[in-house]
């Protein structure tokens, strides 16, 4: 198995909702990634897990909380939102190698609307 | 920091060849990669340059000068698949961190 899923691929909410993106890898990949895409723009990366504990937090809002429960499982809660946080929010994995960072597999991404 | 710069946009014509460049400015270096998306899809990885040098994979090569601080990706026998955004990509000192480019948008038309 050599992909990364993401559920679910859209989702429409509330400023005052509570939902959850998952993604799944079975890749045996240690370091997961949550990164988000604004139309047009590169992915920016958002939070980085390394054998499932929270290594990088680029400063993200705390309305967004990353969750790694196990080697093949993230997950991101969602609270409270801005529709400025509309974006396609892309998860992806990699070997822990300093070679591995470089080549990331991405999952097909969830595309977010706050309204 | 890092910053990674490329051109917005490149358009070709089928079976034609094209550079998309990068050109980088970084506090730690550890190599370019580049990466695919197609419009509401995924990055896929391409290639990856640790060294200098070019890099061959199909009808894909990526070179990477580090004394110029420049990259390019080339595509030869250009096909209508082709058309996607292209980034480069490099990991920050510490490894874990990877920046993408501004990315080019290559428009291949028949």
């Known amino acids: 198995d050599t992909e990364v899923t993401q559920t679910p691929k859209h989702l429409v909410m509330g400023m005052t909702n509570k939902k959850s993106l998952k993604c799944e890898q079975h890749m045996g990949h240690r370091a997961m990634y949550w990164y988000k895409q604004k139309a047009k723009k590169p992915p920016e990366l958002m939070f980085v897990y390394s054998y499932e504990k929270l290594s990088i937090n680029e400063s993200v809002p705390s309305r967004f909380s990353p969750e790694c429960p196990n080697s093949s499982l993230l997950n991101l809660h969602l609270h409270a939102l801005q529709p400025e946080d509309s974006a396609l929010y892309l998860c992806a994995s990699s070997p822990p190698t300093s070679g591995g960072y470089n080549e990331q597999f991405f999952g097909p991404g969830t595309r977010l609307t706050v309204l | 920091g890092q910053s990674l710069e490329q051109p917005s946009e490149v358009t070709a014509v089928e079976g034609a060849i094209v550079q998309i460049n990068c050109t980088y400015q970084?506090?730690?270096?550890?190599?370019l990669s580049w990466y695919q998306q197609h419009d509401g899809g995924a990055p896929t990885f391409l290639s990856y340059n640790a060294l200098d040098g070019l890099e061959e994979t199909g009808r894909f090569s990526s070179f990477l000068s580090r004394s110029d601080s420049y990259g390019y990706l080339l595509l030869q026998e250009l096909q209508m698949k082709d058309s996607a955004s292209y980034f480069c990509?490099?990991?920050?000192?510490?490894?874990?961190?990877?920046?993408f480019g501004t990315g080019t948008r290559l428009l291949v038309s028949p």
């Open positions: 990509a490099s990991v920050n000192t510490g490894f874990q961190k990877l920046v």
């Open positions: 970084t506090s730690g270096f550890y190599g």
